[in-house]
């Protein structure tokens, strides 16, 4: 369910956009809001501050909260799918298409890298990492010749179900699995549901690492249409899990990111995961969970994952350490739920165990008390990283382009106009020097060749205002030509 105060600030969201109040205007003060709509003083402040985080207010010393004056940054949404019909698409050259593209970015010279799902290194702990790191090997120097424990250390593991619980998850430590990051996760979760030539269902367009998983794996796919608002179409999963695949094939496995969305951004309302757990219950389907970034959002409150209301053990739910704490530890984890003597069989024989030491600092720094303050500045400057560069990209690129302003993460899907290629673009911004992430990488069908993802993870300085300049501009020439 939507929290109280987001209904609060989409109600004045809507007066804004329908233009009943105007730039410059006064909002109803606080106290106001509390008597008009009987909330609290808490629930009527969360609200102005969503909505001016969001950029559409702005507070005033002893005055209130007015609307802002309109700006160039306030792009129209990526378009809705056009249909609602599964597409089925077997991954025959997929990982030729998506190789090629990332091939052609590591011969590059680059000097602005806009494609790249990670922040800068600035944006991590690396201090306080380094200094957990060379503690634990001051007192216990054989970490690096000890065998590692099965399935994970369990300092790290009973940290991660700490942090479950707060997000709504009821997981004990026994029931985690450590991995390689969030794609082994993926992996062991599809090898453990599945046998080559089981059709998937995924999201569509969806990331390129699942794209090539499903490949490596012999699985087919089947695209479900996916809105850039709310993700998933369950109508169309329902239809198909009631009728079979194109084919009559059963589906033997849904795939989803649900939170913060790569790449389209978006997050599934509370009420649509609550269903989709059921729906994958009901029709006893394995629904594998891709929760990379669901500790990025910008509100303080904590973003539930499916696997918060899966009550039959049916969501394998996969996260990671990767994006929010330390892109160089690459550490991940899954809640196998029915399946997890099978994952930790599967995990034995892919690739045996994790190394302890980066657990053990993963562990230290995730139980103390600065973890709450890093999330707390990550998200501050992610959120302003994606407005800045949102703003940029309504400045520099040509008329009719949409774009999508997520409320956290690191992505921003822009949508381009007039039919103009991103793959096409993306080679003539690489010739100088500027890497993007062409939306063909995140689909098997070409109904995404207008799409272009951006990642917001560096300081949005003159450097990255310059490249998404040139961008823009070059997609101007195309467009012409």
Known sequence: MTPLYRQLAEHYLGAIRAGTLRSGDRLPSVRRLMNDHGVSLATALQACRHLEDQGWLEARPRSGYYVRTARRGRLPPAQEPAELRPDPAAYVGIHERISSILERGQRAAVQVNLSLAVGAPALYPTTALQRSMQGHLRRTPAVLTTMARRHGHPALRQALARHALARGMQVAPEELVVTHGCVEAVN????????PGDTVAIESPTFYGVLQVLESLGLRALEM?????????????EFVLREGAPGGQRLAAVVVMPTLHNPLGCTMPDAHKQRLAALCSEHDVALVEDDIYGEMGDADSPIRPVKAFDRSG???HCGSLNKVLAPGLRLGWMAPGRWQARVEMLKYAQSRYVEELPQLVAADFLAGSGWPRHLRRLRAALQRQRHQMAEAVAAHFPAGTRCNLPDGGLLLWVQLPGGLSSERLFDAALAEGIKLAPGTMFSNSDRFGDGLRLCCGQVHGAPVEAALRRVGQLARELLGA
């Open 188 to 195: 062991l979760a599809l090898r453990a549901v599945t046998r």
């Open 225 to 237: 249409p996916t809105s850039p608002a709310t993700g998933l179409s369950l109508e169309a999963l």
């Open 314 to 316: 049916h969501v394998i």
